[in-house]
Each structure stands twice: as C-alpha cells, then as structure tokens.
C-alpha cells in the first residue's frame, strides 16, 4: 500500500508540473513568441549570410551556405535555390558591406532582446530593456564564436568524439544564454534545469531537421523556386523558435519547484537517513 500511495503521489505531482508547464507556455505566449523567434532569427541570418559572402567573397559566403546543403542533403535544384538565396551580385558588394554591416547589428540586437524577453517572461522578471543590451552583445559574441568553432572541430575531432564535444558545447552555450540575456539575475544552479531541457530538446529537434527538412525544402524549390526555400527556412525556424519558448517555460516551471537545488536536497536527505 505504501508503494502504491508514493506511486500516486509522484503521478499527481508530475501532473501538476504538466499543468503548470502548459498554464507558464500560455501565459508567455509561446505559440506567438516561437512565431516571433521564428521570423527575426531569418531576418537577423539573411542580412548576415548576404553581407558574409559580399566581404570575403563568393568562397567565404559559399562555404556557409554550402554547410546547410550539406546538412540537409540538398541536390540539384533546391541546393541551387538555397545557393541563389544567399548570394549577392558582384556589384552589390561595396553596398553590401556598408548597408548590410548596419542591417545585422540592427536584426541582431533585435534578435537578442527578443530572446531576452523570452526568459524575462517565462521566469516572470522584470524587463530590462536596452538597459542589458551589453549583455545581449556579449551573448552574440558568444553565439558567434560557438558557430565558427562547429567547422573546426568537424575538421579536427572523429565522429564519436566529435559528437559528445559539440553536446557539451551546445549545453554550455544554452547555460550561458538565459545566464546572459537575464543579466546575470538568476544563478548557473538556477538555470540548469533550463539549459538541460533546452538542450535535449533541441537536439531532438536537430535530428528530427536533418529527416524532415530535405523533403521540405526541396518540394518548396521545386514548387516555388528561391522564395520557396525562404518559405522553408521560416517554417524550420519558427519551429525551433517553439522548441525554445516551450523548453523556457518548463525549464522556469522547474526553477519555481527549486530545480537542481531541490533535487540535491532531498538526495542528501535521503542518503543521510540511509546512514543514521
């Protein structure tokens, strides 16, 4: 009876966290948040990849673009869509350099408030605004340095090993982002029921694109040409923009029941009572 009352009780209480998770999603608004995430994280990306190619040339801005054809298995038609997406003109180049600098700074400060209202939300702080936007940048840098540092490892590292060192980095970085973007307001013992979850879901989320998004983008070059693949990109990005909003809302659900703290607390009780 015992057994079956403490098995009724861990039920109930992962039902109340279920609740609570849901009730947290919706009131941060996380359908419309993804779709938001969604949307900025292209127009924050295709300044970048444009701007990119016109300043170190058709090499530099191929080899990005040539790491998504890679990763999704495009052929033909749809890798010359993704191509010509992100392409600029030779003679748009020295425009490029001086109007696209300025449009990614713009679309990537935008990009991180809009994270940082993200977390703000789904841990119920108070909003910052430009007032954090040093840590926004930094946080940027750090998106940046982890993404130049994906190549060189793939180049370096054998699979397996490969493999385990970029889990370790992704965790780091989904850590260090709310870590970040929160201005340092809450601890790294605090957030990692949040970066854990964010990054388990994340990774599924990675395999499940690397199934699903050749398909898409494929039939959209087909269908559509160029502006199908855009379509494609947001669809994929708004996606992750919901993987996101819903990890945040659980991984702040867990910092409300004590998270990782809570956890070590009662596994120190219970191995004090097992000694006694």
Known sequence: ??????LEERLGAFGRFMRRWVERFLEIEGIDRGIVLGAQTFTALFPLLITYSAVVGPDGGGAIVQRLIDRFDLQDNAADSLTSLFSASDGARGQATLIGGLLVIVTAL???????????????????????????????????AWLALQPTLDDLLPVGINALVSLALVGGLWLLTPYLLLARRLSWLALAPCALLTTVAMTIAGVASVVAMPRLITSSAEEFGTIGVAFALIAW?????WVLTVSAA???????????????????GRLGRNTA
């Open 110 to 144: 935008a990009f991180a408030r809009a994270m940082q209202r993200l977390y703000e939300h789904a841990f119920q702080m108070e909003k910052l605004g430009l007032r954090v936007s040093g840590w926004g940048l930094l946080w940027l840098a750090g998106l940046a």
């Open 237 to 241: 990005l708004t996606a992750l923009g």
């Open 1 to 6: 009876m015992d057994r079956l009352r403490q």
């Open 250 to 268: 659980g991984g702040a659900v867990l910092e409300d029941a004590g998270g990782f703290g809570a956890a070590r607390e009662r596994l120190v």
